[in-house]
């Protein structure tokens, strides 16, 4: 099966500064990797995904790139704020098979 | 709209007694999953529905049943709990026919089994 391998697992970072988790995968069939915020106490919830026919894809201050070369795909959180602060979860899927990174805690100090 | 919803949001069981967990949806989704979450292992997928009356086993179905009751409810059980099915339980809801998988969570379960 897949293997989804993310890092850090724990990130802290001033506020206004950037942040960067990067995911690997295993599994060439993987198509679709979403990126997931949890918040203390909560449900992850989607906050930008990315297909394999696209490198990058961006929503205001978050973007995501993939590399199906090498099988990594990274999170990218510019202008960070401290309601950033919680964990997010990298996953990578093809059919309605999920598999989930181990998670990273972001902490942004303001 | 409330989204994904599960009950009960909290459970202790003894090990050996048995338990249903509830999901509905009101997305109109086809496709429901059950995830359990433990620390530093991320979210492993139970069982999915991905479509009303067809049930599949995810990476982690030992000890667990699932029952697609119609197209909004997707409930799991656990027959004999074991102290190893102490975790927090997430319901999932996606609609893959739209182009788009991204999955919506409801807000937990959390199971305690002694």
């Known amino acids: 099966g897949e293997n989804v391998e993310q890092h850090p697992s724990t990130l802290s970072v001033q506020e206004g500064d950037s942040a960067v988790i990067k995911c690997t995968y295993s599994?060439?069939?993987?198509?679709?990797f979403p990126w997931y915020k949890q918040e203390l106490g909560k449900g992850p919830q989607l906050i930008i995904d990315i297909r394999s026919n696209v490198g990058e894809k961006k929503d205001q201050r978050i973007a995501v790139t993939l590399n199906k070369t090498a099988k990594h795909f990274s999170l990218h959180i510019t202008e960070t704020q401290p309601e950033d602060s919680a964990v997010y979860f990298c996953a990578a899927s093809y059919g309605n098979q999920f598999y989930f990174g181990t998670g990273t805690s972001l902490t942004v100090i303001p | 709209n409330a989204g994904v919803t599960q009950t009960p949001k909290f459970q202790v069981l003894k090990t050996g007694q048995s338990m249903t967990l509830q999901c509905a949806q009101d997305?109109?989704?086809?496709?429901m999953y059950w995830y359990r979450q433990d620390p530093g292992m991320g979210l492993r997928l139970i069982y999915y529905?991905?479509?009303?009356?067809?049930?599949d086993k995810g990476e982690v179905p030992n000890g667990y049943n699932v029952s697609r009751l119609n197209k909004r409810e997707f409930s799991l059980r656990l027959e004999s709990a074991a102290p190893s099915q102490t975790s927090v339980y997430f319901c999932?809801?996606?609609?893959?026919?739209?182009?788009?998988?991204?999955?919506?969570f409801g807000p937990g379960t959390r199971l305690l089994v002694l």
């Open positions: 999932a809801s996606s609609e893959p026919g739209q182009g788009v998988i991204a999955q919506y």
């Open positions: 997305m109109n989704h086809n496709s």
């Open positions: 529905s991905a479509s009303e009356g067809t049930t």
């Open positions: 599994d060439s069939a993987s198509n679709y």
